[in-house]
């Protein structure tokens, strides 16, 4: 019942959205499927992966108009079947509530994610730098690489995935200021959807938290 209502406002809440930033159809449906994607991540249940592989499609789609095409190609080239993946590897580790069960790693796991997001960020705006009207080229590097790393730590069931998205969020909020300011095609839209994620990530954290020491 819970679900359901809170699918419920947030469709409602996703339809105010576009009619308030005149953007009814795309934006909207970019909106529904970012947060449910996110919330139903969240509490561990596996039909996430469905809204996750819409939102990357159609976000890669608005990133593409945009100029951000970094974000775009890995939206619809790394993204989009990785939630494929998630959704096979999340269904064979469910308990008996049908929820994923959530893992834990160690501080070597740690040090070698973070060295490794920032040399990838920097080597992948290097080279989005070098491509014509590409916009914001070491933001958005930064921003796909910490994003992918969440992804799989998501798939893989470790609970950090949501502090590497708490940080993302920080990156992904700084490009849609700029291009919301900029009154870029769809930017406004996207700026809520990552205000919307950065609510429910820091829900993420707890619950995931909880679910971890049950699981323990």
Same mark, same amino acid.
């Given at each position: 019942?819970?679900?359901?209502?809170?699918?419920? %406002?947030?469709?409602?809440?996703?339809?105010?959205?576009?009619?308030?930033?005149? #953007?009814?159809?795309?934006?909207?449906?970019?909106?529904?499927?970012? $947060?449910?994607?996110?919330?139903?991540?969240?509490?561990?249940?596996?039909?996430?992966?469905?809204?996750?592989?819409?939102?990357?499609?159609?976000?890669?789609?608005?990133?593409?108009?945009?100029?951000?095409?970094?974000?775009?190609?890995?939206?619809?080239?790394?993204?989009?079947?990785?939630?494929?993946?998630?959704?096979?590897?999340?269904?064979?580790?469910? #308990?008996?509530?049908?929820?994923?069960?959530?893992?834990?790693?160690?501080?070597?796991?740690?040090?070698?994610?973070?060295?490794?997001?920032?040399?990838?960020?920097?080597?992948?705006?290097? $080279?989005?730098?070098?491509?014509?009207?590409?916009?914001?080229?070491?933001?958005?590097?930064?921003?796909?690489?910490?994003?992918?790393?969440?992804?799989?730590?998501?798939?893989?069931?470790?609970?950090?995935?949501?502090?590497?998205?708490?940080?993302? @969020?920080?990156?992904?909020?700084? %490009?849609?200021?700029? @291009?919301? %300011?900029?009154?870029?095609?769809?930017?406004?839209?996207?700026?809520?959807?990552?205000?919307?994620?950065? $609510?429910?990530?820091?829900?993420?954290?707890?619950?995931?938290?909880?679910?971890?020491?049950? @699981? @323990?």
């Amino acid at each position: 019942m819970k679900n359901k209502l809170i699918t419920l %406002i947030v469709i409602i809440f996703s339809v105010l959205c576009g009619i308030l930033t005149r #953007d009814y159809y795309l934006g909207t449906l970019i909106l529904v499927c970012g $947060l449910l994607n996110s919330y139903y991540a969240s509490i561990g249940k596996i039909y996430n992966y469905i809204f996750g592989a819409l939102y990357s499609i159609l976000s890669g789609y608005v990133c593409f108009r945009n100029g951000l095409y970094g974000i775009a190609l890995l939206s619809l080239l790394v993204y989009f079947p990785s939630q494929i993946q998630g959704f096979i590897s999340w269904n064979k580790n469910k #308990d008996k509530n049908k929820q994923v069960k959530v893992r834990n790693f160690t501080v070597k796991n740690s040090i070698i994610i973070v060295t490794s997001c920032i040399i990838s960020s920097l080597l992948f705006g290097y $080279l989005l730098s070098k491509i014509p009207n590409q916009q914001l080229a070491f933001l958005d590097a930064t921003s796909n690489v910490i994003n992918l790393c969440g992804i799989i730590l998501m798939n893989l069931r470790f609970k950090e995935c949501w502090l590497v998205w708490l940080f993302n @969020n920080t990156v992904d909020l700084g %490009i849609w200021v700029i @291009n919301a %300011i900029n009154k870029t095609p769809n930017s406004m839209m996207m700026l809520l959807v990552s205000i919307g994620y950065l $609510l429910i990530n820091v829900y993420g954290i707890i619950k995931w938290n909880k679910m971890s020491k049950l @699981n @323990n």
